[in-house]
């Protein structure tokens, strides 16, 4: 076989599989024409095709024969289907356009829907932004209303958690950076919120500061009445009770202040990191307004409402401190709290002190008293130190002492005024009773007592008694409920008597001597009347023993450190009034007198005046036996003295010119007088010679003069044995001038030469005593 035997049967292969790749695949023929077209076996393939073209004609034709009268048959059916085809047909277009129409509501309805769709999907996604955003909008709303409801401390912590865990979910809106920008606003704005409100409450407690001190005041008395021995107890610090409880008559603390401004401004300034400047701040204001609250009211002293205003005021803002102290975790400090005590306690008690030494009423400073006590004890409770309070109050009692005695001085007074000083007489026994009933006299009284009978004192004595008594039980009434021992207490109300009778007492007895309508005999009786009152202090001894209950001292002690020297001020004076007394009795004598200087010879016995003095002072002396002797002894040398110096007076006076030798022999009669009264001990137990000395000058005077013994003054001038050693060389000479003066009428008219040599002795003895007197003293 050649080749080109070998290569028509190989492309004749290929052709066929081209074809059987036309005949498999419908719809893709594409790579078999390009590869019959890259091969250029177009042609051969063509023809080829043709070939196979008119094999299956041949086939179908072959079919067709074979199969011709199913085809008629299948015709004829295909006919009957067109028929029927076209019935469908008709149908189909009646069901088409029935379609059709019920279609357009559907269309329309899905259209709808599908925008419904559209509109659900937006608002599902408005929704889901919306939840985003209204944690926002719900805790602003929150915000806001928690501002308006004043819960500033709520309101941060809903301001933190919008700005740190909702405001991130909704950064992408504009509406949340202006809240992320208003957020510093909004806590600048509870911040001045808060120090608003802590403004309010610091100007409301300082309102109702009084009320709370009012209501503990209150409080403690109620406890003090169950419990008296609470006052003035040392007890260690507990915790107070709480406010509410000092106040379940009324009012509590937390109805009468909320305290809920301070911890709210506390917790905001912690969160804000500003606790420090709040804690200043409030401390500040407080030690400001503690120092309002230590004023006191004007003319505080008038009145007890003014104290109670003052002193609730004080204890009520120290109670809130308290209170403050230990609930407002660390918004004040012990230290800060005791600083500010000490501060107030030192003003306090210079505010009670200025205050107190203005008042005079006793009733009124007892009731200061009880206050003050009432204070101290209540602040004791809430562990403040009132140390220099305890020391007000015994200041206090030595104020209202002093006050009760210048009450006691208007009484004392009122007694002597209206006393007459007499004895008391009593006409019948239920008189005496009575007086026996108001002091306890010792006397003896007689079994056959006869009336009207006569006490040796007079009615000052038992109303004086009795007042005293009076004084001792207004004593009495300041140490009550000061927790004072018995001791104590019978100390102070000896001192405070001790006090009345040796001050007051001796200053109204010293008035009433000095008074123009005392006479001498009232003195004598008043002087009798101390005595009694003297005897009397053992009874007062044991009436303040039985307040006491300590024991009495009894009569070795008395009221005070030696009864004797009680009323020894009063007698002093008594005894100088009476001596003042006697001299005006007898300067009235004296002004009686009516000397002729010039007197010739004299009467022979002692002039008018100077009897009628002796008379005076024997009777007057005798009546002296009630008196204590010493007294009268006084009185005696006192009157004895004024004589003495009042017959020297009228001897020197400087408007007597003259004085005549019968003058003086006339003086030295009535010296003679009273020389025989003072040797007559007209007081017992007097020194001997005692009353005369007061009269030795005028008597070595007058005889000098009488017995013209110049040359023995002379030899012995200076000398302690000296008979004339008071006469004074200048005395002297003033005598001598009168007695020249006097006989200067006869030396004219009788010219005698032993009247010329007496006038010539004086001449020399004038001399002589100038000279003297021209010596110093002592030379």
């Not at 911040?191 to 300082?206: P, Y």
């Amino acid at each position: 076989m050649t080749m080109d035997q070998k290569v028509v049967p190989e492309v004749n292969l290929q052709h066929d599989l081209y074809l059987q790749e036309i005949e498999g695949i419908d719809d893709y023929w594409g790579p078999t024409f390009r590869a019959i077209f890259d091969n250029e076996e177009h042609i051969e393939f063509k023809q080829k095709l043709n070939e196979r073209i008119k094999h299956h004609d041949k086939d179908i034709e072959r079919l067709c024969n074979v199969y011709y009268q199913g085809f008629i048959e299948s015709v004829k059916e295909l006919l009957e289907v067109k028929s029927q085809a076209n019935k469908l047909n008709s149908q189909v277009i009646t069901l088409d356009k029935q379609v059709h129409v019920a279609a357009e509501g559907i269309t329309k309805s899905g259209s709808e829907l599908l925008q419904a769709r559209k509109v659900q999907s937006n608002i599902a996604v408005v929704i889901a932004q919306l939840n985003l955003c209204l944690p926002v909008l719900t805790s602003y709303s929150k915000l806001q209303k928690q501002i308006a409801d004043k819960r500033y401390y709520p309101a941060l912590k809903t301001l933190e958690e919008l700005e740190h865990l909702h405001l991130p979910h909704v950064a992408n809106y504009r509406f949340s950076k202006q809240l992320q920008e208003n957020i510093p606003k909004y806590r600048e704005k509870i911040e001045a919120a808060s120090m608003s409100d802590l403004k309010d409450f610091l100007e409301n407690i300082r309102k109702f500061s009084p009320k709370v001190g009012e209501v503990a005041i209150k409080h403690t008395s109620e406890q003090l009445a169950s419990d008296p021995t609470v006052v003035g107890r040392k007890k260690k610090r507990i915790a107070p009770q709480p406010l509410g409880q000092y106040l379940d008559e009324d009012r509590s603390a937390q109805e009468l202040i909320d305290f809920s401004p301070i911890y709210r401004g506390l917790h905001i300034a912690h969160v804000l990191g500003r606790s420090s400047t709040f804690e200043t701040y409030y401390r500040a204001e407080r030690t400001k307004q503690v120092r309002l609250v230590l004023q006191p009211p004007t003319n505080m002293h008038e009145s007890e409402a003014s104290y109670r205003s003052y002193i609730h005021a004080i204890l009520g803002f120290f109670i809130l401190e308290d209170h403050v102290l230990n609930t407002g975790r660390g918004l004040i400090t012990r230290a800060f709290l005791d600083e500010m005590w000490s501060m107030a306690l030192s003003k306090i008690v210079t505010a009670l002190q200025t205050n107190s030494a203005y008042c005079t009423d006793a009733t009124l400073i007892l009731r200061i008293k009880d206050l003050i006590m009432l204070f101290c004890t209540t602040l004791r409770n809430y562990g403040y130190s009132v140390k220099p309070l305890w020391e007000l109050v015994r200041e206090l009692r030595d104020h209202y002492t002093e006050v009760l005695m210048q009450r006691w001085v208007q009484v004392f007074r009122k007694i002597l005024s209206a006393e007459d000083f007499q004895p008391i007489k009593v006409e019948n026994q239920e008189e005496l009773n009575e007086v026996l009933l108001s002091f306890p006299w010792e006397g003896d009284i007689p079994d056959d007592i006869k009336y009207p009978y006569s006490f040796p004192f007079s009615r000052m004595v038992p109303k004086i008694y009795r007042e005293v008594k009076e004084f001792i039980y207004a004593c009495v009434k300041f140490s009550e409920d000061l927790n004072l021992s018995q001791v104590e207490v019978d100390e102070m109300i000896r001192k405070s008597m001790n006090l009345l009778l040796t001050r007051t007492f001796n200053g109204c007895l010293s008035s009433t001597f000095r008074s123009p309508h005392v006479n001498l005999q009232e003195i004598i009786q008043i002087i009798v009347d101390t005595g009694y009152l003297e005897e009397a202090n053992i009874y007062l001894d044991e009436f303040i023993s039985n307040i006491t209950g300590e024991e009495s001292r009894g009569a070795n002690f008395g009221l005070v450190h030696g009864q004797s020297a009680l009323f020894s001020v009063s007698r002093e004076e008594a005894v100088r009034q009476i001596c003042e007394k006697l001299k005006q009795k007898l300067d009235e004598f004296i002004e009686l007198e009516n000397y002729d200087w010039l007197l010739v010879e004299p009467k022979g016995h002692a002039s008018s005046y100077i009897s009628d003095i002796i008379a005076f002072l024997q009777t007057t002396f005798q009546s002296f036996t009630n008196i204590p002797l010493e007294a009268a002894q006084i009185a005696c040398k006192s009157a004895c003295d004024h004589i003495a110096k009042s017959l020297f007076a009228m001897l020197m006076n400087e408007e007597i010119k003259q004085i005549s030798m019968g003058a003086l022999n006339q003086l030295n009669l009535d010296l003679l007088q009273c020389e025989q009264f003072a040797a007559s001990e007209p007081v017992k137990d007097l020194p001997e010679g005692a009353l005369l000395s007061y009269f030795e000058s005028l008597r070595e005077i007058l005889d000098l003069f009488i017995s013209w013994d110049w040359p023995t003054y002379f030899h012995d001038y200076a000398q302690d044995t000296s008979k004339y050693s008071k006469v004074n060389p200048d005395i002297a000479i003033v005598l001598l001038e009168k007695l020249r003066e006097g006989d200067k009428k006869t030396m004219f008219t009788v010219l005698k030469k032993s009247e010329r040599d007496k006038k010539k002795l004086l001449d020399t003895v004038l001399k002589q005593l100038r000279q003297l007197s021209q010596i110093p003293p002592g030379k």
